[in-house]
Nanobody, 123 residues
Framework: VQLQASGGGSVQAGGSLRLSCAVS????????MAWYRQAPGKQRDLVAI???????NYADSVKGRFTISRNNANHTMSLQMNSLKPEDTAVYYC??????????????????WGQGTLVTVSS
């Protein structure tokens, strides 16, 4: 199972960006999907998480500005980021966990990460 993140870039403070994440492979089901970010010299932190039932939770620092969503039919997830601040500058990673079909015709759990996409917000 592979995740491909896209949509990062450079924007001025107050601007918007939309990140996307596509999950590929022999997927049986996807449970939680999430976005994390890692600023230079800091640990990777959870930004937002969405369950298979579309329950969402956000880091306090992004509440009211970021919106996470997913499309279960095509195994994609998005993060709409509005009112961006310089402190949002980081590499953003998507993650997903669930079950995939093995070549033995059985399901097996997976937990995978995307490659990261850089978001730079200038003041």
């Amino acid at each position: 199972v592979q995740l491909q993140a896209s949509g990062g870039g450079s924007v001025q403070a107050g601007g918007s960006l939309r990140l996307s994440c596509a999950v590929s492979g022999t997927i049986y089901s996807i449970n939680d999907m999430a976005w994390y970010r890692q600023a230079p010299g800091k640990q990777r932190d959870l930004v937002a998480i969405i369950t298979s039932g579309n329950n969402v939770n956000y880091a306090d620092s992004v509440k009211g500005r970021f919106t996470i969503s997913r499309n279960n039919a095509n195994h994609t997830m998005s993060l709409q980021m509005n009112s961006l601040k310089p402190e949002d500058t980081a590499v953003y990673y998507c993650s997903a966990e669930g079950l995939f079909w093995t070549n033995m015709g059985r399901t097996s759990p997976f937990q995978s990460w995307g490659q990261g996409t850089l978001v730079t917000v200038s003041s």
